[in-house]
């Protein structure tokens, strides 16, 4: 199967999905026949004006029936198809997410009963945030309880003092054992950290995960009673992402101790993956 076919698996185009910034790349496409509603940062003739600039084909660009700009995302749904989707679809948009809670909260809240979420997330081993810690239940619980609309100074000055590339590519192969360089130095990391200071959002990668870390946050999230959400199922990509599929529902209190000692010593292995791209770099 390729991409596509295993974010949807499961799913058939009459299924109400709602899919979350696409932009020039929808993965249920209107097109295709899917009954999919689009949520986008704009509308759909902005975003044209924006992609043609970068020699994107305007025809892929589907009408946006929901413009998210800001807060969380059921609140820019309206009322009446909240709890009526049977997937929530996100390709490479939570870590972006200023408030990684309320989006998983928004997803939440926007499927049916049985409905699933589906997100595309960047593995931290394969990406330009090779270098950068995972993200920790502790950073989500404080943005959420803050609020936060806009990305920190902190978030903005460690997506560019950590961002690597190899080869000029911001993603790679599991098994790319070329020299990671550097995408910005450390005067460029202070300018970043300076987009905070701005009024607008500066978008920048908040939330950085294996896929281990991001099971063991939600849930630890959903054992404190900010989510009720457990991963069902997940899967590697070789290249640059995990899939992960989300449904309503913890496991059990009494099982919560012994899976998180389980993914943190899974957490470790995959890290140790990363060292072995650098050991092969320096033979």
């Keep these: 199967m390729n991409r596509s076919e295993i974010l949807l698996s499961g799913l058939s185009k009459p299924d109400r999905i709602i899919e979350i910034g696409p932009s020039h790349a929808p993965l249920a496409s ?21 992609y043609q600039a970068m020699g994107v084909d305007p025809n892929r660009i589907e009408d946006v029936d929901f413009v998210w700009r800001s807060g969380a995302i ?11 989707f049977k997937a929530f679809i ?54 959420f309880e803050e609020r936060r609309d ?13 961002s690597v590339n190899k080869g000029g590519d911001a993603g790679w192969l599991e098994t790319d054992t070329r020299e990671p360089c550097f995408a910005s130095n450390l005067a460029g990391a202070v300018a970043h950290w300076r987009m905070a ?20 946050l939600v849930l630890e999230l ?16 070789p290249t640059t992402e995990f899939y992960a599929w989300l449904r309503r529902g913890r496991i059990e209190s009494n099982q919560v101790q012994t899976r998180r000692l389980e993914l943190m010593h899974e957490i470790v292995s995959q890290l140790a993956e990363q060292s072995r791209q650098i050991e092969a770099t320096s033979r």
Aim: hydrophobic share 40%; no cysteine.
């Design 150 to 162: 806009r990305h920190t100074a902190e978030t903005h000055f460690d997506n560019a003092a950590f």
């Design 30 to 50: 209107k097109a295709e026949g899917w009954n999919s509603f689009v949520v986008d940062h704009d509308t759909r003739n902005n975003l044209i004006t924006k």
């Design 74 to 84: 059921i609140d820019a749904v309206p009322e009446s198809h909240h709890g009526s």
């Design 197 to 216: 200071e701005k009024e607008e959002y500066v978008d920048a990668h908040a939330w950085v995960f294996t896929p281990a870390s991001f099971e063991l």
């Design 222 to 237: 959903s054992e404190l009673g900010y989510l009720n959400l457990r991963l069902e199922r997940r899967e590697e990509n």
């Design 90 to 143: 996100a390709s490479h948009v939570i870590e972006h997410s200023t408030d990684v809670v309320r989006f998983l909260l928004s997803a939440q809240d926007l499927i049916l009963p049985d409905g699933m979420i589906v997100l595309a997330i960047p593995d931290k081993r394969k990406t330009f945030d090779f270098f950068r810690p995972v993200s920790t239940t502790s950073q989500a619980i404080t943005a």
